[in-house]
Nanobody, 122 residues
Framework: VQLQASGGGLVQAGGSLRLSCAAS????????MGWFRQAPGKERAFVAA????????YYADSVKGRFTIPRDNAKITVYLQMDSLKPEDTAVYYCASRRRGMARAVDEADYWGQGTLVTVSS
């Protein structure tokens, strides 16, 4: 599976942004998908994940209630809808996939996208 993330940019605090991750490969629907982020000077951290069926989701406490992770298997794309953005959400966001179960840690992901930068100004 190859992943291509897009949608990053500059947004003011309180604003919204939607990231997209387009996947290649006919087995996309068999993979759980997720988003991670890496802020300057920090390690890559889990943000959100969704099961292959889309029936289960999991969020980091820091984004719960503000971010959602819908997926469209027909478009082989997963999204990260980010609302009520805060300056501390500034980071490079990476999409990831895992063949078995949702990846909630960096070492659990099987494939990675290239990352897209999100900057939230105060």
């Amino acid at each position: 599976v190859q992943l291509q993330a897009s949608g990053g940019g500059l947004v003011q605090a309180g604003g919204s942004l939607r990231l997209s991750c387009a996947a290649s490969g006919r087995t996309f629907s068999a993979y759980a998908m997720g988003w991670f982020r890496q802020a300057p000077g920090k390690e890559r951290a889990f943000v959100a994940a969704i099961s292959w069926s889309g029936t289960m989701t999991y969020y980091a406490d820091s984004v719960k209630g503000r971010f959602t992770i819908p997926r469209d298997n027909a478009k082989i794309t997963v999204y990260l809808q980010m609302d009520s953005l805060k300056p501390e959400d500034t980071a490079v966001y990476y999409c990831a996939s895992r063949r078995r179960g949702m990846a909630r840690a960096v070492d659990e992901a099987d494939y990675w996208g290239q990352g897209t930068l999100v900057t939230v100004s105060s």
